[in-house]
């Protein structure tokens, strides 16, 4: 049995992820070994790596490699880490193959510790176009780095062919994020109360507010900008309640958790969580009347569920959207203004441009499909015609 390693970071790519495991888990030619590392070792970010191994998985090996630190400096030594540590589980699982997803720097390290060690890379999501995060530039590096790409759309697709990689190892195969939405029933309202520990008003925000790491304005005076339109609207409607989900580990990103807990003491409305597992999350997802701030699940996830979302300046700049999605940006008038204008909305029709789901399963039936792992090892470079 050929040995598929899957290396996830945070609560995020493990819930887009989590269907892919499962059919490489259940497919008679593949064994699943599992890598976690990041914000799911950290305390500081919920311990996450508790939920894999509530799923019924095993964790094979453990890289710890996030410094609580948020500075240039600390994420970037945190890398350095990361690959120190890669390159020793790599050695000791000795996998066929490895699968990563997206543009965080954690996955960077693990693809150069994977490069040099010679062990191919399946890469999920690569293609996107996110022009206010430097997570662009790392999402590129890892598709040079990669020997398969699986992405999400035919834009992306073209892209990858772009940057010179062979068109026979690129399947546009959709988000996998659709089928995790739907791998178990959503909870219901009171369920949702209740794992919450907050009572839901008649209208629900999700809201979710990252670090717009190459933004020309300060991550804390945009977030003031977003806590500012949410009171404007409370001002206005006072039968609402506002769910955040705290920024995941980037540059900047811990001042912005504190920002919004301070902000979340102060009103009873508003509760704030520092990591919600899927499930929770994408039932507060739909159970929404509309989701703020500028996270990818706004664009990838959202439309899927028929919820309305607001984009908040150039972090998902560039990438492809939905009918649903409104783009603002990122000062409280605008953003007020998105707000109302979602509400209004009938999503009922919207398409989503990232597929209906069946991912995983595509995703694990090309890999079958391929003979030899190590023959993708060695990649000329494949021109794009007319170039």
Known sequence: MRKICIVTGTRADYGLLRPVMRHVEEHGAFSLQIIATGMHLSHEFGNTAQRIL???FRIDERVEMLLSSDT?????????????????????LAPDLIILLGDRFEILAATQAALIARIPVAHLCGGDITEGAFDESIRHAITKMS????????EAA??????????ERIFNVGSS??????EKPFYTRNELEEQLGMVLRKRLILATYHPETLGHISCADQLAELLAALDAYYATDADCSILFSMP??????????????EYAMERDHVSAHTSLDHRLYV???????????????GLYEAPSLRVPSVNIGDRQKGRLRAASVIDCEA???????????????????????????????????????????SALIRKPFHMVAGA
């Not at 073209?158 to 068109?167: D, F, K, S, W, Y």
């Not at 039932?283 to 699940?297: P, R």
């Not at 109302?340 to 595509?362: E, F, H, Q």
């Open 177 to 182: 994020g659709i089928d995790a939405m739907f």
């Open 248 to 261: 995941n580990a980037d540059t900047g990103g811990r001042q912005l958790m504190r920002l919004i807990g």
């Open 283 to 297: 039932s507060a997802m739909k159970a929404a009347a509309v989701v703020v701030g500028n996270s990818s699940s």
């Open 158 to 167: 073209a892209r990858v062919r772009q940057m010179g990689e062979n068109p």
């Open 54 to 56: 509530d799923d019924g």
């Open 147 to 154: 020997h398969i790409h699986f992405v999400s759309n035919a």
């Open 72 to 92: 240039a400096v600390g994420i970037t030594k945190s890398m350095g880490l990361g690959v120190i540590g890669f390159a020793d589980a790599f050695a000791r």
């Open 331 to 373: 000062s409280g008038d605008a953003i007020l203004t998105a707000i109302r204008k979602a509400l209004s909305m009938d999503c009922s029709s919207v398409v989503n441009p990232y597929g209906s789901g069946n991912t995983a399963r595509l995703i694990v039936e090309s890999l079958a499909s391929i003979p030899d792992f």
